[in-house]
Every structure is written in structure tokens, then in C-alpha cells.
């Protein structure tokens, strides 16, 4: 169950990736350079090389903070977070006063939210 899990980690991994790219694309005209944040727990230490892969296979290489912060968009603190979530894409959206429908940002497999829950082993 623990290598299923993490499959699917991976696979819901990819398509965000994806997901936010072309949300970023969409509401800025071009792809800004991406912060990746990851939490310290078991399933990020168990995938952190395939997580680390997704991300260059497509093409993506990692810089300093300082490098990713440069470009315009990021020269605007953030001034609220939407109810989709804190994410930039969202928030640049909503200072242009473009339309996101957030809702279509996939979630994670229903059997995975089930194995997590409340009730969840351990």
C-alpha cells in the first residue's frame, strides 16, 4: 500500500506540475520561475528523488531563491490569498482581474483521501 500511495504521490505530482504551469502561462504570458516547496514528512523523504525527477524531466533546473524572485512578477507583494488557495497563479489572476476557475485543479484520488482519513492506519 505504501508503494501505491507513493505511485499515486507521484502521478497527482505531475499533474500539478502541469496544472500550474499553464495557469501561470495563462494569466501571465509566460511561465515564471517556480518556488517548490516541500514539507518535511515520510512521503516527500520516500519520492524526494522522483519528485526531484519529475521536475527536470520536464525541463525545469533549480537556482537560487534570488534568481527565481528576479523577474516582475514577483516584485508585487502578495496582497490577498483566493479561495483556492495561496498559490501565485491564483493571486496574479485575481490582481488582473482575470477569471480562474479553480475548480478545475485536479485533486487527489479519492481512495487516497479514504486511506488518510481520521480512521486511517497508521
Known amino acids: 500500500m505504501a508503494r501505491r500511495i ?3 504521490y507521484i502521478d497527482y505530482s505531475r499533474v500539478e506540475i502541469a496544472y500550474y504551469a ?3 502561462r495563462k494569466v501571465l504570458g509566460c ?3 517556480g518556488i517548490l516547496l516541500l514539507h518535511a514528512n515520510r512521503i516527500n523523504a520516500a519520492t524526494i528523488d522522483r519528485i526531484l525527477g519529475l521536475f527536470r524531466s520536464t ?3 533549480f537556482v537560487s531563491l534570488e534568481e527565481t524572485q528576479a523577474p516582475p512578477a514577483y ?3 502578495p496582497r490577498f490569498a483566493t479561495k483556492f488557495g495561496p498559490m501565485w497563479g491564483y493571486r496574479w489572476a485575481r490582481e488582473r482581474d ?3 476557475d479553480g475548480s478545475k485543479e485536479e485533486e487527489p484520488p ?3 483521501t479514504q486511506y488518510t482519513g481520521p ?3 497508521l
Do not use: C, H, I, S
Open 98 to 100: 482575470l477569471k480562474v
Open 22 to 24: 499553464d495557469l501561470n
Open 119 to 121: 480512521d486511517a492506519p
Open 59 to 61: 525541463g525545469y533546473r
Open 75 to 77: 516584485r508585487q507583494p
Open 31 to 33: 511561465e515564471p520561475p
Open 110 to 112: 479519492a481512495w487516497v
Open 6 to 8: 507513493e505511485d499515486a
